[in-house]
């Protein structure tokens, strides 16, 4: 009994003994568990509190795309008032509608991938508002690998979009400004130039950067210039001024330019800024217009005729010396008096008929020469002939020239006109009150008809009905002075044949009466000649116009002689421009080719077959495309006298052979494949990036080539990218043999290579990129530099021409501060008028076409009326517009062209020869008179040397006159005579003195009138 209590005594104690170490195991485990149970509080808080100290907005959803939590940053950034406004949503809500299919599929590729993505999407504020935004978005899974939702990470990119939208307007602003942008730094060493400049001197940044302006100064002085430059801005000054520069090509130029300082927030100078312009031919013009007016001046003080201008009141304002020979008078009688009250005046009736006159012209009516009677100082009466010409400037009635002739001795000479039209060989009639009155025996044997026969016979029914309206019309501008050239027409004579002949009609006071006297001259022989040599011509014309081939011909000094319709449309002149101006053959291609076109040219006009030779052809309009050329000489009497050829254009096949190259080649991207840890593979592009070649990539091991710092990156994202976890490239550091750094943009895939595993890794350089991005903000900040130092008015529109951008010049301008300015309209800045019109209208233009509009306006702005140069030019997001004050510059002009005007009526209305010589006796200008003395044209004659023109009994006496005027004394009036054209002799009686340019004697002015018929009255007759 004892021993079976003992026994269950010694279980009861064994079984108490376990009980009591799974009393033990069961604390341990309680402890381990409740610390388990803490740690993972402790971890889930960690968790959530970088979940929501993230300044990313995190969103999480499930597999529909419902939202299940967010941070405080995506309320922060939708403007959100709780989560409750968020939880339980859509997240497509969120997105514009726009982006909502495009973020769906996105969604969509990364459940069906596994993958990691990444976009960028407009999202919808609370209020409706819209914000950019870069998401990133993975898949969750569970612990079994089993997709549960989408986390994503929102971050908001308006900033950086911000700064890159300002970056690129800036840019675009200082890009198309037209005037050169030149930026220094403190040592006065070139650091940035903008596109205008490059233009303007032909340099690119790289030529000059770190040099001073200083390069492009010509003058001896320039140095001394550009000390107190450097002097005025390091003091914080703005410098203004004009110097001589050189471009890169060697021309010269003047250069107007303004150098300012530049300072950073803390008001330190940290660089300069030099705007220059090209003003060489704004200042050319200027002189020009000057020399222009004084030549006029001078021209009619010279002239023998009296000239008078009255102002649009009737007011005298000048006349010249002849003036106050003619009427005796002094200068000071005579100006500022009203024009019927000149003491010249002979009658009450006179002052009334000029009275009408006056008024007449005034208003716009039209006035022939008339012949007046007027009174000398000394008593005895007088009869001058009058030319009066209207001075219209801008439209506007500015007064009246009149030009008088003393015609006292031609009314004496009126009889002596019978005699010497009976001999002559040219018919010559008089028509007075639309009947003839005379007619001379070579004209009434043109008609075929009798003296008594035409007195039955009205002007113009002998002309061929299709031609009398043209005869009357040109016979009406001849008499009134408006054209000078002799006009043909046909001329049915009494036995049904067709004559021509060619006419001039002048306005004559016969027998006391007005009438018309004209010349004609039979030139039927000589239309029928050019009529069969027109008709030869044009069959030529014709055919070679038809060829598809451009055809051509030139002289031996490569002059253009010839071009056919396909020639002249490739090279963009006109027809005018290649065959009435001298242009050259060597002009028509780029200058690299022109010394080797110039000794082909040579060659095969020495007799040389070259074949088809290829040049690059240049445009009118600068544009170039490639040619071939099959040339031959062109012989007379067994010279060579040019060239004729034929063109043709090679651009598509030259296009084809680009196009070859470029399929040809490789891949841009660095492309290499690695295999057990070692590369096996390397395109061309990578063993340029690295510097190696293929059995030195073969025995390097590819962590050598990235940088230190950047290698456990690379391995990790490789790593990533390979399991699929994201496919965003990544980005690192990377060297090539010659230990340069650059950055390197990179994806890798895994691929089956030869049998086994390997990887594909695709590389692009982007370096430039990176130096790009670094660069943002500090250039960002220089250009808004740059557009506020700009001295035109600047300002930009959106497309709805409401203002972006305004400049301080446009504040100092309009006295409208940018805040007040900005977002608003055209219309709310400048109240609607014809001129604001104007600019809207261009405005829209610039935005419809695409293309830049310039325009000149006028605005009153401030109580002033000035004149705007105005440029528009189209950007992505609306306008860029340049203003340029150009009133003083306009004011100039017009005052210019208004004084050279009224002179250049004078003289060309002078009834007088008018000639500019050169010291060698070249002709430089002559009028119309001229050519009715000579019987050359003005294209003739300009260019001729005097000793042509005057008969040859006469040309020393003319070449030493010639010679006295370049002493600087006036050259007293002589009597000479000039061989016309036609071969007959004119005496006249001529004048001279020296033309002057910066007080030197350049050259000569003469004046020639007829004076055959007063030497005709007195007996003589001039030598041959």
């Given at each position: 009994?004892?021993?079976?209590?003992?026994?269950?005594?010694?279980?009861?104690?064994?079984?108490?003994?376990?009980?009591?170490?799974?009393?033990?195991?069961?604390?341990?485990y309680k402890i381990s568990y409740l610390a388990s149970e803490k740690e993972l509080r402790e971890n889930e808080e960690k968790l959530r509190l970088m979940f929501e100290s993230v300044n990313d907005g995190i969103t999480v959803t499930d597999l529909n795309g419902t939202i299940t939590d967010v941070n405080k940053a995506v309320l922060r950034l939708g403007r959100f008032d709780s989560e409750n406004d968020v939880i339980g949503k859509s997240a497509f809500e969120s997105i514009v509608s726009r982006d909502r299919e495009r973020a769906l599929a996105d969604m969509t590729e990364l459940f069906d991938k596994d993958t990691v993505g990444s976009g960028q999407y407009d999202l919808l504020r609370a209020d409706g508002s819209e914000y950019p935004a870069e998401i990133s978005a993975g898949l969750l899974k569970d612990a079994a690998g089993n997709p549960t939702g989408f986390i994503s990470v929102i971050r908001d990119v308006s900033e950086r979009k911000r700064l890159e939208q300002q970056m690129h307007f800036l840019g675009l602003v200082v890009e198309q400004i037209n005037d050169s942008i030149i930026v220094t730094n403190t040592d006065y060493e070139i650091i940035y130039i903008n596109q205008a400049t490059k233009e303007l001197f032909g340099y690119t940044l790289e030529e000059i950067k770190g040099k001073t302006p200083g390069i492009f100064n010509v003058e001896p002085l320039a140095d001394n210039i550009q000390k107190s430059i450097y002097k005025t801005v390091a003091s914080g000054d703005t410098y203004l001024g004009s110097i001589l520069n050189r471009r890169k090509?060697?021309?010269?130029?003047?250069?107007?330019?303004?150098?300012?300082?530049?300072?950073?927030?803390?008001?330190?100078?940290?660089?300069?800024?030099?705007?220059?312009?090209?003003?060489?031919?704004?200042?050319?013009?200027?002189?020009?217009?000057?020399?222009?007016?004084?030549?006029?001046?001078?021209?009619?003080?010279?002239?023998?005729?009296?000239?008078?201008?009255?102002?649009?009141?009737?007011?005298?304002?000048?006349?010249?010396?002849?003036?106050?020979?003619?009427?005796?008078?002094?200068?000071?009688?005579?100006?500022?008096?009203?024009?019927?009250?000149?003491?010249?005046?002979?009658?009450?009736?006179?002052?009334a008929k000029y009275n009408e006159l006056f008024v007449s012209l005034a208003g716009g009516g039209e006035l022939e020469s008339f012949e007046f009677p007027w009174t000398h100082k000394d008593g005895s009466?007088?009869?001058?002939?009058?030319?009066?010409?209207?001075?219209?400037?801008?439209?506007?009635?500015?007064?009246?020239?009149?030009?008088?002739?003393?015609?006292?001795?031609?009314?004496?000479?009126?009889?002596?006109?019978?005699?010497?039209?009976?001999?002559?060989?040219?018919?010559?009639?008089?028509?007075?009150?639309?009947?003839?009155?005379?007619?001379?025996?070579?004209?009434?044997?043109?008609?075929?008809?009798?003296?008594?026969?035409?007195?039955?016979?009205?002007?113009?029914?002998?002309?061929?009905?299709?031609?009398?309206?043209?005869?009357?019309?040109?016979?009406?501008?001849?008499?009134?002075?408006i054209g000078t050239t002799p006009y043909e027409y046909a001329v049915i004579n009494r036995r049904g044949e067709t004559w021509w002949f060619m006419e001039t009609v002048v306005p004559i006071q016969y027998r006391g009466k007005r009438a018309v006297l004209g010349n004609l001259l039979n030139i039927t022989e000589r239309r029928q000649t050019e009529e069969r040599l027109r008709e030869s011509r044009r069959r030529f014309?014709?055919?070679?116009?038809?060829?598809?081939?451009?055809?051509?011909?030139?002289?031996?000094?490569?002059?253009?002689?010839?071009?056919?319709?396909?020639?002249?449309?490739?090279?963009?002149?006109?027809?005018?421009?290649?065959?009435?101006?001298?242009?050259?053959?060597?002009?028509?291609?780029?200058?690299?080719?022109?010394?080797?076109?110039?000794?082909?040219?040579?060659?095969?006009?020495?007799?040389?077959?070259?074949?088809?030779?290829?040049?690059?052809?240049?445009?009118?309009?600068?544009?170039?495309?490639?040619?071939?050329?099959?040339?031959?000489?062109?012989?007379?009497?067994?010279?060579?006298?040019g060239l004729r050829g034929v063109t043709i254009d090679i651009t598509e096949q030259k296009q084809a052979e680009e196009i070859f190259q470029t399929i040809s080649m490789s891949s841009p991207a660095s492309i290499y494949i690695l295999q057990d840890g070692k590369f096996v593979f390397a395109n061309h592009r990578f063993l340029e990036r690295v510097g190696l070649n293929e059995e030195e990539l073969l025995n390097t091991d590819q962590y050598n080539l990235i940088h230190p710092e950047d290698r456990e990156m690379v391995r990790s994202s490789a790593i990533e990218m390979l399991k699929g976890i994201h496919t965003t490239?990544?980005?690192?550091?990377?060297?090539?043999?010659?230990?340069?750094?650059?950055?390197?943009a990179e994806t890798v895939a895994s691929i089956q290579y030869q049998g086994r595993r390997a990887v594909l890794a695709s590389a692009l350089n982007i370096t430039e990129r990176k130096q790009a991005e670094e660069a943002l903000q500090e250039s960002e900040e220089r250009y808004r530099e740059l557009a506020e130092s700009i001295t035109d008015v600047f300002f930009a529109f959106d497309r709805d021409l409401k203002y972006t951008y305004w400049n301080k010049a446009s504040e100092e301008l309009t006295g409208v501060l940018a805040q007040d300015a900005l977002g608003k309209h055209l219309y709310d800045i400048f109240p609607r008028s014809a001129q604001t019109e104007q600019g809207e209208q261009a405005y829209l233009k610039a935005l419809r076409t695409k293309r830049p509009q310039n325009f000149v306006n006028e605005y009153n702005i401030n109580g002033r009326d000035i004149i705007f140069e105005i440029s528009a030019y189209p950007s992505r997001d609306g306008l860029s517009v340049f203003v340029r004050d150009i009133t003083e510059q306009k004011n100039a002009e017009e005052a210019l062209q208004e004084s050279e005007e009224k002179y250049r009526i004078l003289v060309e209305n002078s009834q007088d020869s008018i000639i500019m010589l050169d010291f060698d006796g070249t002709i430089q200008l002559a009028n119309q008179a001229s050519e009715r003395l000579s019987g050359y044209s003005l294209d003739e004659g300009i260019g001729m040397n005097i000793t042509e023109i005057v008969a040859p009994a006469y040309r020393e006496e003319a070449m030493k006159k010639l010679m006295e005027a370049k002493s600087g004394e006036p050259v007293p009036y002589f009597e000479t005579a000039v061989q016309r054209k036609d071969g007959t002799i004119v005496t006249i009686e001529a004048c001279g003195q020296a033309v002057f340019k910066d007080g030197e004697a350049v050259g000569a002015q003469v004046i020639a009138r007829d004076i055959t018929e007063r030497q005709a009255c007195r007996g003589g007759t001039p030598e041959n």
């Open positions: 009994m004892k021993s079976d209590l003992k026994k269950k005594k010694a279980q009861l104690v064994e079984e108490l003994e376990r009980v009591r170490q799974q009393v033990c195991e069961f604390e341990a090509d060697g021309t010269i130029f003047t250069n107007e330019f303004k150098v300012s300082p530049l300072y950073d927030e803390g008001g330190q100078i940290t660089a300069y800024i030099g705007i220059q312009r090209d003003v060489t031919q704004q200042r050319q013009a200027e002189e020009s217009l000057r020399a222009s007016e004084d030549k006029y001046k001078q021209l009619v003080e010279l002239a023998p005729d009296a000239i008078i201008s009255v102002d649009e009141n009737g007011i005298v304002t000048s006349c010249n010396q002849a003036f106050v020979q003619q009427t005796g008078y002094d200068k000071q009688e005579i100006e500022g008096r009203y024009f019927t009250e000149l003491p010249t005046m002979v009658s009450l009736d006179t002052t009466l007088r009869w001058g002939e009058v030319h009066a010409t209207v001075v219209m400037i801008d439209g506007q009635f500015k007064g009246a020239q009149a030009v008088m002739r003393d015609v006292t001795e031609r009314k004496q000479a009126e009889e002596i006109f019978r005699t010497i039209s009976l001999g002559s060989p040219v018919g010559m009639y008089i028509v007075q009150d639309g009947q003839f009155v005379f007619a001379n025996p070579q004209l009434l044997s043109d008609f075929g008809i009798t003296e008594e026969m035409l007195r039955n016979v009205k002007p113009l029914s002998r002309v061929r009905t299709e031609d009398r309206e043209t005869v009357r019309k040109n016979a009406v501008e001849m008499l009134r002075g014309r014709d055919l070679v116009n038809l060829l598809p081939q451009g055809i051509y011909e030139m002289d031996d000094k490569y002059i253009i002689t010839f071009a056919n319709r396909q020639a002249i449309d490739a090279s963009g002149y006109t027809e005018e421009e290649v065959t009435a101006s001298p242009l050259s053959a060597l002009d028509t291609v780029i200058p690299e080719d022109r010394e080797r076109m110039e000794r082909n040219i040579r060659r095969i006009m020495n007799g040389e077959r070259l074949g088809g030779i290829e040049y690059t052809q240049l445009r009118k309009d600068g544009r170039t495309y490639p040619i071939i050329t099959y040339s031959a000489p062109i012989m007379r009497d067994g010279k060579a006298t490239p990544f980005e690192f550091r990377a060297f090539n043999k010659a230990g340069e750094m650059m950055w390197v």
